[in-house]
């Protein structure tokens, strides 16, 4: 059934790029020209293959960002609720040491997938059950996760057993032809993300909800649960972050994860994803964690700015990207 | 017919002094694009000027270039014989031009007086003087039968008073042009009668009024002269007393119309797809109970706020809602969500196409297929391949007019607005398809166009209920009915039954006694 009698087909299939999606890859670009020119230490593959795998922790969590914000939600409870998870699972696995020797790293990990779960399907139950503004709901999760894992390591650390150590090891220093093991999971996070949002009915119907949460109800699109399942699919990146980080401190402590958020947030904003929602940019996402790290990485190198001022940094480049944004336009 | 039968180009006025605004040869491009070419116009003291033309035929454009917003690209302006160029809307308003724009531009957390005098307010020293401006807007809003006091914050104010105030703000100086942008979009019809008497007011004053609209019986009532724009082009400028309506949409659309309302079908005996009753929405402030037969459309009449969209809404679950029978062919229908109900083949087309309807910051694919994605999927994503496909299907069966796929819903004009979403909700191929005010702000060519579109829709067999406040079109279209009042269905109307006065009387009397009653 058609509305017209005879009509011209589509015009100009084919791709057409829009250039202001491509500024968060120009400014990386950039920077690494920069770094590249000021030290020539920054190039070096020790030195990338470094900034990488610092950066893919940011850029796991991140990814679970993306959908949270391009749903039109937003949780700043993610660096607590690594800390969180990073102490729970610290406990499993020194409580099953004894029992299933190295064994026990597998079912502390699976049971740190699920305690994210659990975590992110709180923070989404409230946001959308309690109709309260995600902001406060995660900010005052924030708050308990952090309380709860100053409280579990009782102010100070809470190692992992010595007899893990060397199993769990090379999940942060090992690396499979060549590349670190963080890199590679952080990869497999990505692609997984960038499907998701991409190439599946949920990620469309997430992008619609954050864009307008009425055309999407319009629409068939179950609100509240796309809804939910993005802060899940946060609390399962921030746990597979804190799988991945345990292995380079060997300890839980009170200030593990913390102001992870700002990174993490930045690191989305300056991708390209719109705050107020509706435009996800997965691959902006991994383009801002790397920008966010390769600065911090210069300031150590170049010794121009002390390295105390790596989080004010961060806030300013926060800040500077939306300024961008607004005046871009 | 060709324009060979319309109305000759009026002759000159020969007004004895030079016009208030002059147009010569306007032109405008952006880029390579021409969107407007060859305008000329006189806009004389005392005269009521009117744009008409379908969406996209470039009066904004032409609007903006008279009032400074843009600068043409060819052609000059002059104001009571002296050359004028406007580098700025401040610029224009300073020279007296005032323009009043359709969409409504105030601080709602502001009072009227403040919001009259924002930008250029009345001081005393480094104080503002509220009492002055006070004063003033007093006058302003008594000169055009405002009731909205000075001190009113504009957010506690009704949609047609902030019309006014808007109109107020352009009205504070000596104005030589006051330039009028589609100002009934938003009103009703009482309101739009207070608003053509500001409009005569004005012009009894020696203001040049210039005024766009879509709605020809307005141009009919008010305008003095007519000028019909169509493509970007000027098809000319007329003596409106020599138009009637229908001579105004031919030279609009450039062609003559055919029967706008296609003809009446058989009145259908098959037994009803959907029956409901016992219908109660938003804690039974509307109920009703009716049955939508296959091969018919049926009319939901009524006056703005009976309730109509509500009681729709309920049915498919958007608002709170219960019912003692929902039957869908001969099946109780348990679940009643919009995703539900599409999966039995039942979809709801929004009358709020901006804020409902379409995701106006993405592009058309994903606009068009959201309500059916499952449509386009394949083994385990999405396929792009089938979406592209489905959109080219719905650009050329639906005649969505645009230049490049890779356009944001936002962009398109309101008719190919209101076809996008047409082809989204005709996407999951539905046998029942209910529309809410089916051509609310689109040109008269796209009327038509969706008109023979619900016609052919239910010759096929499949059933249409169409919500409209546009009595000519209820009238035109519907095979049956339904007026509500006050959130109940008071009236069903059949055959000869429905007329425009049959369904007002029904719509606004306190006691119907219109045949067939239901819920008396």
Redesign the interface.
Known sequence: ????SA???????GW?IRWSDMGPFIALGVIVLLGALLNQSFLSETNVLNVVTRSAFVAIIAIGATFVISSGGIDLSVGSMMAFVTGVMIMVMNALAPSLGSGAIVVGAGFALVVGALCGAANGLIVTIGRIEPFIVTLGTMGIFRALITFMTDGGSLPIDRGLRDAYRPVYFGSVLGVPIPIVISLAVILLGA?LLY???YG??C??VG??T?????????VARVQTTAYVIQGLCVAVAAICYVPRLGAATPTTGQLWELQVITAVVIGGTALRG??GRIWGTVAGALILEAIANLMVLSDMVSEYLVAAVQGVIIIVAMLVHRFAK | MASGALPLRRPDLAPETAPALRATDLAKAFGSITVLSGITLDLHAGEVHAIIGENGAGKSTLMKLLSGHLRPSAGHLDMGGQRVAFTSAAAAEGAGIALVHQEILLAADLTVAENLFLGREITRGITVDDRAMNRRAAEVLRSIGATGLPQDLVRDLPLAQRQLVQIARALLDERKVVIFDEPTAVLANKEVEALMRIVRQLRDAGVAVLYISHRLEEVEALADRVTVLRDGQMIGTYDAASLSQRNMAELMVGRELAMLYPPKRQASKAAPLLEVGGLSVDHGRQSGSFDIRPGEVLGIGGMIGSGRTELFEGLLG?RPAKADKVVLNGQPVARR???AW?DVGLV?L?E?RK????????RLA?NL???A??RV?GAF??NRGKE?AA??DA?????IR?????LDAGQLSGGNQQ?LL?A?V?MTDPSIVIIDEPTRGIDIGNKS??Y??ID??VR?GKACVVISSELPELVGLSDRVLVMRGGRIVAELGGEEITEANVVYAATSSRSDTPAEDNP
Do not use: C, W
């Open positions: 059934m058609s509305i017209a009509q011209v087909g589509a015009k100009n299939r057409s499907f190439r599946t009915k469309r119907r992008a619609a864009a307008n009425d055309v999407a109800r319009f629409s068939g699109v179950p509706g435009k | 958007l969500s919009v995703a599409r709801y929004t709020d804020g409902r309807g379409l995701l106006l910051e993405e994903p297929t959201l309500l994605l499952d999927h994503a999405l592209a959109l080219d650009i050329r069966d639906y005649d645009v230049r490049t796929v890779h076809k047409l989204k005709m166009q969706i023979d579109f052919r829709m096929a």
